[in-house]
Each structure stands twice: as C-alpha cells, then as structure tokens.
C-alpha cells in the first residue's frame, strides 16, 4: 500500500486533539491488516498537506506512534511500520498511559470539567478567514527591521561567554530593563536580583508548580480559566480546586468553603493562581477590597500567590491598578510576565519576580530543566528596551488595540444590541461575548454555521467549571484584525447567528458590507 493513500479523515469539531486521532487512525490502519511492517508511511510535511493540518499535528503524533513502537525511523529509509506492530500498537487503557503525563486530554478524560475544552493550536499558515482568536497581538504590525538591528547589534557584541552557557537567571541587562518597566508601567519595584528570566511564563509556571506544590496540595484557580493552566497545575498531582469569580474578580471569602466542599482543608493550599489586571477569560479586574483580602489569607495559609499579568500593558480606561506584587504583601506574592503578548509568542521570553526565599530553589530547577533562556536574544531584547524601541511600539500598539476594540464593541451592538453582553472590556486583547438572545442555541452550533461563513470564533463555556453562562459565549481576540475586517467579521456573525437560531430577520439583517 503505497503511502500517499493512506484513508485519514479528521473530526475537527470533536473533543479529541487531532494528533491523538491521527495516531489511533494509523494505529487502527496497522491493526486491520492495511498498513504492514515495512510499509513505508508519508513524510511529515506531506501528510500534513494532504490532512490540512499543521506540520506539528502530524509530528506529535508520530511521536506517539514512534513511542508505542507502531513505526520506526531509521535514516536513509524514512519513517516505516514497525515489525510487530499490530501487536504492540494496541492503545494502553488510561490508567497505564495516566504515568506519562502531562499530555492532551483524552476523550476518556470529557467527564472533568477540568481538562474542557481543549483548544486547537494556532495555524501556522495564512487564512482567508476571519479568525477572532484570543491571544494572538498584531504580528503584521511589529517592527521587525528594528528588531533586526536589536539582533544585529547583540550579535555584533557577543564574546565567548555571551556564546556559551549563561546564567541561570538570564541576562542582567534585560533584568535591570525588565526591572525598569515593571517600575514605570505595574509600579512594581523590584530588584534586579530576583527577577528570573525564563522561556516564556509557561515555563516559569511550571517551575513554581515543581517548587512549590507536592501530590496531595491543594491549588487554587480562577473559575473560570484557562485549561493550560489547569492541566500544568493537575500534572503536579495536586487536587485543583476552582474558586468563583464576580465582578470584583476572584471571590476571595469562598476560598476556604471551596477548598472543604471539595474535600480538602484549607491548610492545605499551597498555591493561588490569579489574573488581576485581566481576569482569564472573563477580562474583569481584581478589585483593591480583594487584593487585600487576598494577601491577608495567603499570609495567614503560609501559601503563595501566582499573579499571571500576562496583559499587562494593554489598558484602555482610565482606572489602572498597579500589580498585585507592587503591594506590601509580606513575600507571599510571585509576579508572572512574558512579552508573547506585547512583542511576539515566538520570543520566547517571559520572567518571574520572586521574594528572596524562593529564588535559589528557582534557580536550583531553572538550572536542572534548560541551563538557560537563549543568551543573545536576550541582549537583543535588552538593546530593544533601552533605545525606546519597545516603549514606542507599545505607544503604537496601545493606539491601534484601542481602535480596533472600539470597532468590535460598536458592530457587536450593532448588530446584536440588548441580545449581547460583553466582558472584559477594559484591558487586554479579547472580550467575552455572551449572545444573550440566542439561549436555546449551542455554542457549537453558531461556531459551525459561522464558520462555513469564513468567521472563526471560540465557545468559552468550557472555560467554566461550575457555574457556566445562561447563554452562548465565546472568547473573541480583536488585536490582529484591521477594523473592516471586524466590521464584515460580526456581519457574517450576526447571519450566522440568525441561521443558528431559525430567525428569518432581526437587528443584523440590514448590515454586512465591509468598510
């Protein structure tokens, strides 16, 4: 059977990651007899031309495959089935394949409203489509001739040691310009000296879980919030316990009566996860009362908190309260940032501002997991920092963010009017959207129907654990989208919308033109 024929075909719309369906496909095509030992599988890059997918999608799942032994790669021969493999690719049942975690979530794995939902990864290819992903900013808009500079400049200057291994800590330019910023812009005044620059903040999350919380302790989130993050806390073996957020954001006072209803003492939360200046995914900001009452029981747990001020730049009202960690908070506070958001994802660069007695048992991990963040891009993004490269960027993007929330705030009431309710508003690069007039309609469904439209949203329910919304919601990111194409983005939404629910007409039928 020649490799370009293998039959694979994709459920897009269900809860299983598409490189687990693609490796229990081609486990299945092994077991039935129509893949053999020796026979030779497609290369990657082909296989995800044919699939529509990503390369990514399809080397995970080699890897998985690779790992269960159903093929093998040997150089010169390309990739090929393993002899014996319909033997030794019969699927491990969950409690077995539980021990090599974390992992996506399996389709076992949909009774936990924890592991829900699991998010598609980015595309890596252009779209026609009008793609409201949250969390991706304006790349089209960075200047990368300036950054090209930066780089130049930090490669111009690199000795042997700026080539080898660095320290652990990252730079201490950029720790001293990070320093800088969080002084001027969270009124956060740090030293240098502990401030940890990591791989972004996923990885300084991971390291503060390792450090931090053992199997059997308990952590605190946000409900609702991201599910990365509760699959990086859940993989610490602690028991994660979802704490309701209002208006004021997280509710504080619930914390104990939260962590008893779910079986555990509250003596035993060692970690709290928050969003303060822009609630995950909700956009609501942590009120001062809270702040407070925050700091006060952490204090009084001898637990810590985890600030994530993964927006923190981006503020459009005139109410902006500094850092959470900026407040006498008695060492119980560990500030989390990245700049994913304010330069771009593939940077890679985030940091974490700790009190003195966590930072040598950080480092100690930061050591034994990477040695170090890439040197010279660090320099780079030090020269970019310094020259005011990145405070006129900011200025820029402040200014263009701010305009293309007010075009997606004014077409959503446009078109939808009393039928829609908006969150988040204030700060950061998304708005969740609940679509009040349409209750009876799944997410699922309006997310169907506007995408044979050529519109990409995202249901949020699956955001929340307990206390879901009274309508279709959905997460929409605006920063990498010019206003026209919003306008036409919610015009083509608001149709769908109206096909969704069986509506003929409406508020949205006399709209749809693109300005």
């Known amino acids: ?91 491990q049942p969950p409690a077995q394949r539980a021990e090599l975690a974390p992992q996506p979530p399996r389709p076992t794995d949909g ?14 290819r252009p779209s026609g489509a009008l793609d409201f992903r949250h969390g991706t900013p ?72 390792r450090m931090l919380v053992g199997p059997g302790d308990v952590v605190v989130i946000e409900d609702p919030s991201h599910t990365v993050l509760r699959q990086v806390f859940g993989c610490s073996r602690a028991h994660v316990v979802p704490v309701p957020v209002d208006e004021q954001g997280l509710r504080v006072g619930d914390i104990d009566a939260a962590v008893r209803a779910h079986g555990h003492d509250p003596q035993g939360v060692k970690l709290v996860y928050v969003t303060p200046s822009h609630q995950f995914p909700t956009g609501v900001i942590l009120s001062g009362e809270r702040r407070r009452a925050l700091v ?40 989390v940032g990245s700049f994913s958001k304010t330069l771009f994802p593939a940077l890679r660069i985030g940091y974490a501002v700790l009190p003195p007695q966590l930072v040598q048992p950080f480092l100690g991990i930061k050591w034994i997991t990477d040695r170090l963040t890439p040197t010279v891009a660090q320099e780079a993004l030090a020269d970019f920092v310094a020259t005011g490269a990145y405070a006129r960027h900011i200025s820029r993007m402040t200014r263009l963010y701010r305009q293309r929330r007010g075009r997606l705030l004014e077409a959503l009431y446009e078109h939808f009017g009393a039928e829609v309710r908006i969150s988040g508003e204030a700060a ?57 194409r919003i306008t036409r983005g919610v015009a083509l939404l608001a149709d769908a919308v109206r096909e969704a629910t069986g509506r003929g007409g409406g508020p949205t039928a006399s709209a749809g033109t693109d300005t």
């Open 428 to 484: 950061g690069l998304h708005v969740l959207v609940t679509l009040t007039g349409a209750r009876d309609t799944a997410e699922e469904r309006i997310a169907e129907v506007a995408a044979g439209r050529g519109v990409r949203i995202y249901p949020a329910s699956g955001y929340f654990v307990e206390d879901p919304p009274d309508g279709p919601t959905f997460l929409m990111g605006y920063a990498a989208l010019p206003a026209p």
């Open 111 to 124: 009774s936990s409203a924890l592991w829900q939902p699991w998010e598609p990864a980015p595309s890596h």
């Open 296 to 335: 006060r029981w952490a204090y009084g747990r001898g637990a810590t908190v985890l600030e994530d001020d993964y927006h923190n730049e981006f503020t459009f009202t005139g109410e902006r309260l500094p850092a959470l960690a900026a407040e006498r908070h008695r060492d119980t506070v560990v500030y």
């Open 1 to 91: 059977m020649g490799s370009s024929e293998l039959l694979i075909v994709l459920d897009r719309d269900g809860g299983t990651p598409l490189q687990q369906q693609l490796c229990d496909q081609i486990t299945a095509l092994v077991r039935a007899g129509r893949l053999r030992p020796g026979d030779s599988v497609p290369a990657s890059r082909e296989l995800a031309q044919q699939l529509d997918v990503s390369r990514t999608v399809v080397t995970r799942a080699y890897e998985l495959l690779r790992a269960n032994s159903v093929i093998v790669a040997k150089r010169g021969s390309g990739t090929r089935i393993a002899p014996r493999a319909a033997e030794r690719g019969i699927a």
């Open 138 to 209: 304006a790349l089209a808009e960075f200047p990368v001739a300036r950054w090209r500079q930066s780089l130049h400049d930090a490669y111009g200057r690199a000795d042997v040691a700026a080539l080898g291994y660095g320290p652990a800590e990252g730079s201490s330019t950029l720790r001293t310009e990070i320093a800088t910023l969080l002084r001027r812009s969270r009124a956060l005044d740090a030293s240098p000296d502990h401030i940890m620059v990591t791989s972004g903040a996923t990885q300084a999350l991971d390291i503060l879980v």
